[in-house]
């Protein structure tokens, strides 16, 4: 079936399978890498992708059900070639992260939050990536990339000598 | 500056290279590949935990449009030779598909090969397999025992059964007033990586190349290929430069790869495996040490242990990799910490219908620093004393090491009773005893747990030596080569993959660290398998020490080529020469130097101004022993195994609801000493994540069978695995006794975490239950099972 999905502001015009998953359709056809497949069930969040600003696992979405709605993935979050966005630099800032595998989602999990709330509370932010496992890090650097992240952000167009 | 004081970039707080890739999504992941006409496996996979195949019917899939071919275990083991193991079993092989019987539910029996993956599911689901079940059997000790055997042809499902006696242990146990006995038991479970294991090979008759790029972490890989495939191993090009999206020593994927790597010279075109989730949990062969303790010790009123017998029984599922040596292992630090005189030790490897195992983080240490632990606080509890008191009365003191072990090795440094000491001075030990009894107060059950543990790291693979006669490896080596181009860049290269452990990194800022040049100036480069210098691998906590030291040692080489070259050239002996930030001056008269663009000007273009002899060019390299050295065992099985010994000491507060059995841990203080850190971001890193697959071993993660020998934890849903919430907060203190073996004092870091924290969590459980008179040596420790226990024991004292 042909579907018209917009991706990180671009609508691309599709041939899918009914079957085929969101996430399938962003690695295999549209050659977006970095949603992951994890468990492919919906528990480890590896494939988490924002769906109107909200956090999905593009695993248990089939392509055709996002049709018509703004996705964005790692790849829509990042400024331009080799330039981080805040919370990328946090991530790399703090290590909030070894293999990488879980990394695109996590981030994708921390606009999300800081877009809502941009002042977390440590037990927020711990709240808001509890649907994604990592196993390298114990998540201790994760949680303190994303508060690091809104501190900055918060104080990035505050007069200098107000910020922290 | 670290506690040397004379550091530029080692222990400084640095970020880690590879970071910036990763938070883009742009890792290289295997499953981002697309090469060019390249065709998709599925599996099929036995349904039986034991059967015999009597017929495959590929005709309905291969009648099924983009389908390319099916294959079964016959044609694969008529082309091929069974997957390499450890311990000389030939009854006992080990092949990629099932031939003729499959001995584990979830073994893979027949490959379909197709246009996309969900074609080729679609097909698998079409092959028509008949089998006839077979009787099987599940526990260790009923394999033991005999009955059912897992293979017929070995006469016995016992793969090793190995005893080491080191000292006088009779005469020990029969001189001692005390004695326990204390059985324990670690169930199967694994580090589970978010990344399922997935290769790609591809085919090239006209070079007769096999590429092979995978999310692999094993040593000699290649050389596995090519003995089992049949072909050269120049004729295999494994590429180093894909990211392992986690590994912590599971990603084994040898019996893929061999599959993989056939398909793709019999088909002609690029064949790629990636493993959903459910071939990873049941057929991946990827699970952990399911192992069983019968710990006995000898000891006095004062609590001194004297003497230890240990029997572990291993239940390595139906074939056997690597995963035995994992009872050998902790032969290199059998006694802990602790200064115990004399030791008996009992290796017993079953086979079972399981899926079968591979090396998990630690190597089989986890489990048994499990069993030492519990009976270090069992003795404590006997003798009514408490038990980090009955620790410090056991341990090596600072001033005994280097401490020679009763199984013959040494250990290198430690100071134990200080890291200890920090440790409760940030905590206030009292305090939380009298927080654990506030919350016993107010109903809770709660309990503290104490656990130290030992990291050995880097080291010679003897244990391989010491369960296998016959193998007489004595080395694991590493190596790094570091280039100076024409222009004056450095690039340095290493030769293996890595699964998040931050190597480049290491390599920069050991390599920025000798030359005192900016570590981010250092381009390192992951030449592949035909292109690279001997490496063990990320295995065993090893590379800080083993990747560290030949990139340290080849740093040394380059600068002495540099200094050698300006001397020359300033026609000044050579002790007269300084090295310095790059350039080299005349000790005697500063102004007389040679800067790197000089230095690269001669050694490039000027060769008539280089010393005579020396090669042209700025090339080095240096291939990295283990620094103490490699011995076979002596004929009593004693060997020094590993040059470094890490130590941490887990101290947590836990409370259990008694209604609901939920435990919760209320605070987590961990002692860590692994010497000198060359990148504290990446230490502390690799401690978090080890507590967390720690508590998730001591909790929540069990491979669980039913009774019909099917896997019944095979997704995330089942198989739990510990999310933000179930991960506390933990204050690390770090202490820093530097290893005098070690280039730059440093020991592993990558392990301990795991080690340590189960035996504290199992501690703390014990503390808490006591009050109730259970005690409980089984992980995991899940909610249901403390609920039901908790339950049963309030029932019977009539509360």
């Known amino acids: ?164 | 500056m670290s506690a040397h004081g004379r550091h530029r970039y080692v222990s400084s707080d640095r970020r880690v290279r590879e970071d910036r890739r990763f938070v883009a999504g742009k890792g290289q992941f295997v499953a981002d590949l697309d090469l060019p006409n390249m065709r998709h496996v599925a599996l099929v996979t036995c349904p039986h935990a034991a059967a015999r195949i009597k017929s495959i019917d590929k005709s309905a899939a291969l009648a099924m449009p983009g389908v390319h071919y099916v294959l079964d275990g016959r044609e694969l083991a008529a082309a091929t030779l069974p997957l390499m193991t450890g311990l000389d079993t030939p009854n006992v092989p080990r092949r990629p598909l099932a031939v003729d019987v499959a001995r584990y539910s979830g073994e893979w029996v027949a490959a379909v090969v197709a246009d996309t993956r969900a074609l080729a599911e679609d097909a698998a689901e079409a092959i028509e397999i008949d089998y006839e079940a077979l009787p099987f059997v599940l526990d260790a000790e009923e394999a033991l025992a005999g009955g059912v055997l897992v293979h017929e042809a070995h006469g016995s499902n016992v793969l090793l059964d190995k005893t080491f006696v080191w000292g006088e242990v009779e005469k020990d146990f029969a001189a001692s007033l005390k004695k326990l006995s204390l059985r324990v038991k670690w169930a199967r479970s694994s580090t589970v990586p978010i990344e399922t294991f997935g290769v790609v090979a591809s085919w090239d008759p006209w070079r007769d190349m096999l590429d092979v790029y995978a999310s692999i972490q094993m040593p000699r890989y290649a050389d596995q290929i090519s003995i089992t495939l049949k072909i050269p191993v120049t004729s295999v090009r494994v590429h180093h430069d894909v990211d392992v999206g986690g590994s912590y020593g599971v990603k084994r994927g040898i019996k893929h790869t061999v599959l993989t790597g056939y398909l793709a010279r019999r088909l002609g075109f690029p064949v790629r495996l990636i493993e959903d989730r459910l071939e990873n949990m049941r057929g991946g062969d990827a699970h952990g040490p399911e192992r069983l303790f019968d710990v006995d010790v000898a000891f006095d009123d004062n609590g001194i242990i004297r003497s230890m017998k240990m029997r572990a029984l291993e239940n390595v599922g139906a074939y056997a990799g690597r995963s035995p040596f994992q009872l050998g292992k902790p032969i290199g630090a059998i006694v802990g910490p602790y200064k115990i005189k004399s030791v008996q030790y009992r290796a017993i490897a079953v086979v079972t219908n399981k899926t079968t195992q591979e090396a998990v983080r630690g190597f089989g240490q986890g489990p048994t620093n499990l069993a030492l632990e519990r009976t270090m606080d069992e003795v404590a509890n006997v003798l009514g004393l408490d038990p980090l008191e009955i620790r410090r009365r056991n341990m090596i003191r600072h001033e005994e090491f280097p401490y020679t072990i009763p199984s013959g090795t040494t250990y290198d440094s430690g100071d134990y009773h200080t890291v200890i000491d920090k440790v409760l001075i940030h905590a206030g030990y009292e305090e939380l005893k009298a927080e654990r009894d506030l919350l016993r107060a107010e109903g809770k059950l709660a309990g503290i747990g104490i656990a130290a543990c030992l990291e050995p790291s880097g080291g010679n693979a003897t244990f391989e030596a010491l369960l296998n006669p016959a193998i007489t490896t004595s080395t694991f080596m590493d190596s790094c080569r570091i280039n100076v181009d024409g222009m004056g860049s450095i690039t340095a290269t290493m030769h293996t993959t890595s699964a998040g452990q931050g190597h480049e990194t290491l390599l920069g800022t050991v390599i920025g660290e000798v030359l005192q040049v900016d570590p981010e100036l250092v381009r390192v480069t992951r030449p592949d398998s035909l292109n690279s210098l001997p490496s063990g691998t990320p295995v065993g906590s090893r590379m800080a020490i083993m990747l560290g030291g030949a990139a340290f040692h080849a740093a040394h080489k380059l600068k002495a080529k540099l200094t050698a070259i300006a001397a020359h050239d300033l026609s000044i002996p050579l002790e007269r020469a300084v090295y310095e930030q790059g350039n080299v001056h005349d000790r005697n008269a500063l102004q007389n130097k040679r800067s790197w663009v000089d230095l690269v000007q001669i050694a490039f273009r000027n060769y008539h101004r280089m010393p005579a002899g020396m090669e042209p060019g700025l090339g080095v390299e240096h291939v990295y022993q283990v620094p103490t050295g490699g011995g076979l065992p002596t004929a009593d099985g004693r060997v020094q195994m590993y040059p470094c010994f890490s130590f941490e000491f887990h101290l947590l507060l836990l409370s259990i609801d008694p209604d609901l059995g939920t435990p919760e841990i209320v605070r987590y203080m961990l002692g860590h000493d692994c010497g000198t850190q060359i990148n504290p971001k990446i230490v502390r890193g690799m401690t978090m994540g080890g507590i967390a697959h720690g508590i998730g071993a001591a909790l929540f993660e069990e491979f669980a069978y039913n009774d019909d020998g099917q896997l019944i934890a095979q997704t995330f849903m089942d198989y739990l695995l510990p999310s933000s919430h179930e991960v506390p907060a933990v204050d690390i203190i770090d202490h820093e006794t530097p290893s005098p073996h070690t280039v730059l004092g440093q020991k592993g870091s990558g392990e301990s975490g795991y080690l340590g924290a189960p035996a504290a969590i199992a501690n703390a459980i014990n503390d808490a239950l006591r009050p109730l008179g259970i005690s409980i040596n089984t992980l995991p420790l899940k909610v249901s099972k403390l609920g039901d226990l908790i339950a049963e024991a309030r029932a019977e004292k009539g509360n």
């Open chain 1, 1 to 164: 079936m042909r579907i018209e999905l917009n991706v990180n502001g671009t609508v691309h015009d599709i041939e899918v399978e009914p079957r085929t998953t969101l996430l399938d359709c962003l690695r295999d056809l549209l050659d977006l890498k970095g949603a992951h497949a994890g468990c492919e069930h919906g528990v480890c969040g590896a494939c988490t992708v924002l769906f109107d600003g909200v956090a999905v696992r593009s695993c248990l979405m089939f392509a055709a059900q996002a049709a018509g709605t703004p996705i964005t993935t790692i790849e829509g979050v990042t400024p331009s070639p080799g330039e981080l966005s805040p919370i990328q630099d946090a991530f790399c800032e703090t290590h909030g992260m070894q293999c990488g595998y879980c990394t695109p989602a996590m981030i994708l999990v921390a606009h999300a939050l800081l877009a809502d709330n941009p002042e977390p509370t440590r037990e927020e932010i711990v709240d808001a990536i509890s649907g994604n496992i990592c196993r390298c890090t114990g998540y201790a650097q994760i949680v303190e990339a994303i508060a690091l992240a809104a501190e900055r952000m918060r104080g990035a167009n505050r007069p200098s000598e107000l910020r922290k």
